[in-house]
Every structure is written in structure tokens, then in C-alpha cells.
T-cell receptor, first 113, second 113 residues
Framework: ETGVTQTPRHLVMGMTNKKSLKCEQH?????MYWYKQSAKKPLELMFVYNFKEQTENNSVPSRFSPECPNSSHLFLHLHTLQPEDSALYLC????????????FGPGTRLTVL | GENVEQHPSTLSVQEGDSAVIKCTYSDSASNYFPWYKQELGKGPQLIIDIRSNVGEKKDQRIAVTLNKTAKHFSLHITETQPEDSAVYFCAASSPGGGNKLTFGTGTQLKVEL
């Protein structure tokens, strides 16, 4: 275990549904990240939070809405998604935004019908 | 922005042989280069990293080399074992990037008995 947990592990939703992904880190880190992993493509950074403040939004569509209530928890709220949003969504954390190891969770496999 | 290319996309070796994965990057300012291993059903896990002030780093059977002039870095795995079978990702980060990693597309390594 890496110390980063994600729930649910699998999610199937329709395009009109609203759902949320949850990430929790037990490492005492201050920075948290959301990545999208699609087949045959590099991991795409979506959002970065440092000390609960969003410091990076990598031109992500507004149908993805992140929330970071504290340094240990990170959410990704989903609404009116498209089939092309189907992917593995990975959460990661690091001590801070310096050049430190990023610890990844196991991911949530999302399928949009 | 940074662009990282990774080759090959798939690599099959016999157990005990060596495996080499190569990456090139475009931003000459990049100075941190981690390698991640992703096993089936898990998130990526850091296996080794190198900073631009070092040309080579070794950790048991794994080594990474960096050529700043040519802007490429490589992962070397010696005496491969079946448990080395996984997807390997290289990444690069530049100063001021705030630990924003740009990933390669991954290499599926298969170690055959």
C-alpha cells in the first residue's frame, strides 16, 4: 500500500449523472494531485492542490470540479460527463510542491455510458 | 511546454536478460527525471529518479542514465525477473514547474520465462 486510497475503485455512470471520486492520503503530505490516464496516452495532470489551495488547473473542462477540504482529502465531482471521459483517474500526493516523490493511489476506473 | 517521448512502447525479454527503456525531453531547463512502475490494477510507483547534476544513478538491478546535452535519459534493468513485468513511465519536471511532471506514454515490459 502506498498510503493513498481512492474510492470507488470502479464507477459506471450515465452522461446525466452526478458522482464524486474520493481520495485520502495518510502520509501527512501537503500537496495532492488528480491525473487522468487513458489508454495509449501519457498521464495527464488535471489539478494540483498545495496546502488546500488549488495551484494548477490544466485546462480541465468545468464538468470536472475538484474539492480539497483539508490536506488529507481530495474529491473530484463529476457531472454531465461524455463517453470520452472514460479513463482511470489517479490521485497522488507529495510532501510539497518541490521535487519530491509523488505517491499514487490505485485509481478509479470510470466508464461513462 | 515540456514534451517527453518514450521508446519502445512494448518490450519483451527473456528472464535474466537486460532491458533498456529510453526517453527524450524537449525542455532544456528540466532537471528532475523520475521513473515509475505501474503493475496491473495499481497506481504508478516511483522506482528511481535522477536530477540533472548527476549523470547516473543505480539501485540494485535498476539504473538510470542522463545525457543533458542530448536531452535523453534511460532506464536499465539487469537480470530481469518475472515480477519486473509491468508498464514503466518516464517523466520530466522543470524548475518553477512546482513538481508538475510531464510523462512519457509508457513501456509495457514483459519478462518471459
Amino acid at each position: 500500500e502506498t498510503g493513498v486510497t481512492q474510492t470507488p475503485r470502479h464507477l459506471v455512470m450515465g452522461m446525466t449523472n452526478k458522482k464524486s471520486l474520493k481520495c485520502e492520503q495518510h502520509l501527512g503530505h501537503n500537496a495532492m494531485y488528480w491525473y487522468k490516464q487513458s489508454a495509449k496516452k501519457p498521464l495527464e495532470l488535471m489539478f494540483v492542490y498545495n496546502f488546500k489551495e488549488q495551484t494548477e488547473n490544466n485546462s480541465v473542462p468545468s464538468r470536472f470540479s475538484p474539492e480539497c477540504p483539508n490536506s488529507s482529502h481530495l474529491f473530484l465531482h463529476l457531472h454531465t460527463l461524455q463517453p470520452e471521459d472514460s479513463a482511470l483517474y489517479l490521485c497522488a500526493s507529495s510532501q510539497d510542491r518541490g521535487y519530491n516523490e509523488q505517491f499514487f493511489g490505485p485509481g478509479t476506473r470510470l466508464t461513462v455510458l | 511546454g515540456e514534451n517527453v517521448e518514450q521508446h519502445p512502447s512494448t518490450l519483451s525479454v527473456q528472464e535474466g536478460d537486460s532491458a533498456v527503456i529510453k526517453c527524450t525531453y524537449s525542455d532544456s531547463a528540466s532537471n528532475y527525471f523520475p521513473w515509475y512502475k505501474q503493475e496491473l490494477g495499481k497506481g504508478p510507483q516511483l522506482i528511481i529518479d535522477i536530477r540533472s547534476n548527476v549523470g547516473e544513478k543505480k539501485d540494485q538491478r535498476i539504473a538510470v542514465t542522463l545525457n543533458k546535452t542530448a536531452k535523453h535519459f534511460s532506464l536499465h534493468i539487469t537480470e530481469t525477473q518475472p515480477e519486473d513485468s509491468a508498464v514503466y513511465f518516464c517523466a520530466a519536471s522543470s524548475p518553477g514547474g512546482g513538481n508538475k511532471l510531464t510523462f512519457g506514454t509508457g513501456t509495457q515490459l514483459k519478462v518471459e520465462l
